[in-house]
């Protein structure tokens, strides 16, 4: 059974410490604990309290994640990545507009599906699933802690991962150096204003105006932003895209 373990005082993005109980979930099954979301005060973000804790977290997507994912969330399947990273790529594709990508960086790489579609010269990735990152190096794709990264890459893309993090601001600061000049970080989030996507893998829950601010915390420029359904056959907007470039250069 997961046990979340650790208790916030202060908001994850703006360290603001009033926030209040804002929605929750009650699983009902004893493999999954109930959660309740906190809406801060200062920035809107909400973010799960209490939560996994950093060495929990990182051990629960190694190995666990994908088993919980596909034993709780009958809709996901492994085969379905085609579609969704096709989404994802032209929605890319139309940031880029044709500019040329020699690197790129994908948080979060899975099997690599969006790498392999980007298609640049040099492919490199961050997974924590050791199974899929196992899966990358064997298909030619450089794999990388996130804190061992010492090249720089034309884009970095951090497709629905930053809601998976507990620090998504350290997150944003790390990445933003690793960008050559005039390098993009795409990000995509589940958008809760349809939807709340509220699951124990999930300590943050993103608006539009909360990402906004997140990356404008960590100091990055926000280029563009629009949401947009993603590969669900449907009109309602479900995702949030941002294109960011480094606010310190």
């Known amino acids: 059974m997961i046990i979340l373990d650790e208790t916030l005082d202060k908001c994850p993005a703006c360290e603001c410490v009033f926030f209040a109980e804002y929605c929750g979930t009650k699983y009902g099954i004893d493999e999954l604990p109930d959660l309740q979301y906190h809406k801060c005060d200062g920035c809107g973000l909400l973010f799960l309290n209490p939560r996994m804790g950093d060495e929990q977290l990182r051990e629960f997507y190694k190995s666990d994640y994908r088993v919980y994912v596909e034993k709780f969330v009958p809709s996901y399947s492994p085969e379905q990545d085609e579609y969704r990273q096709m989404a994802r790529a032209s929605a890319i594709d139309r940031l880029l507009d044709k500019a040329t990508v020699t690197s790129h960086l994908d948080i979060g790489c899975s099997r690599g599906e969006l790498l392999h579609r980007i298609s640049a010269p040099v492919q490199a990735g961050v997974e924590w ?3 899929d990152a196992d899966l990358c190096e064997r298909c030619g794709i450089e794999m990388y802690d996130l ?15 930053l809601e998976h993090s507990n620090h ?3 997150m944003i600061e790390r990445l933003l150096p690793l960008l050559n000049k005039g390098g993009r970080l795409v990000i995509e989030v589940p958008n809760a204003d349809y939807g709340h996507s509220q699951d124990l893998w999930h300590p943050m829950m993103f608006t539009d105006d909360t990402l906004r601010k997140t990356i404008e915390i960590a100091k990055g420029k926000v280029v563009r932003m629009f949401a947009y359904k993603g590969y669900r056959p449907v009109d309602e907007p479900y995702y949030i895209f941002a294109e960011v470039k480094n606010g310190n250069k």
């Open 129 to 131: 699933n050791e199974e």
């Open 147 to 161: 804190d061992a990264i010492g090249i720089r890459f034309d884009l970095i893309t951090v497709i629905q991962v």
């Open 168 to 170: 998504p601001v350290q």
